[in-house]
């Protein structure tokens, strides 16, 4: 992706201004106190971003029970649970298994549990989403993942996993942030931002191209839609919302 002379010199600035944090993360400090922030941020970046996508999230679940078992019942996985933010928009008596690979979300996710009595959780795994051994094959009918394809190690490896634990005629619910559009005010200020953005953000990407992945996952149905989020932060403003069908 080529960059302009003028987002060179504002990322050059960006940096200059970051470098007390670089210098933290050098010394390895930055990623430990990072983790251990990161939720607490998180935890009221999750309820702005709920208040100005509420309509948006609503749309998205709104057919999760078209996806249940045989038995009526909705095994669901949430990958990047985090703080529990999408709990309020899942169906009354669904079955849930959260993920995460960082356990200091643990009691932000037990509040929004006790907020959100309709739900049932089985188990919580803490991993990577590239490995979620714990979770036998072809065991959960929906898998969620919200603002999280942004910041894992593979996106190929966690849709493969997605994959593999999905029952067949499951669906992969994504709604994530990913690259603007070229020649695009949200890309030049995502190229500006995005290596500094990746150390202040426990590693969260803004030029990925995540429908790309989603294409070449192998489901059996696509059904995907960009959008202009209706966010105040500019280089997040770019989204895709929808869900796969295995």
Known sequence: MESSWLVILLRTGVQLLALPIYLL???????????????????????SYNKKMFSK????????????????????LEIGAGTGAN???????????????NDNFNKFLYKSLSQN????????????????????????DVVVCTLVLCSVKSIERVLSEVCRVLRPGGAFYFLEHVVGPPSSWNLFWQQIYDPVWQILFDDCHLLRETWRD??????SELKLRHICAPLDTNPLKPHIIGYAVK
């Open 25 to 47: 993360w050098y010394l390895g400090l930055w990623g430990p106190f990072c983790k251990k922030a990161f939720p607490h941020v998180m935890a009221q970046v999750a309820v």
């Open 57 to 76: 999230k609503k749309e998205l679940f709104s057919n999760l029970k078209d996806f249940a078992g045989p038995s009526g019942e909705l095994t669901l």
């Open 87 to 101: 709990f309020e928009f899942y169906p009354a008596g669904c079955r849930l298994i959260c993920n995460d690979s």
């Open 117 to 140: 009595p309709h739900l049932q959780l089985e188990r919580c795994v803490i991993a990577p989403a590239e490995d979620l051994q714990q979770i036998p094959n072809a065991s959960v």
């Open 214 to 219: 989603l294409e070449k996952a192998g489901f």
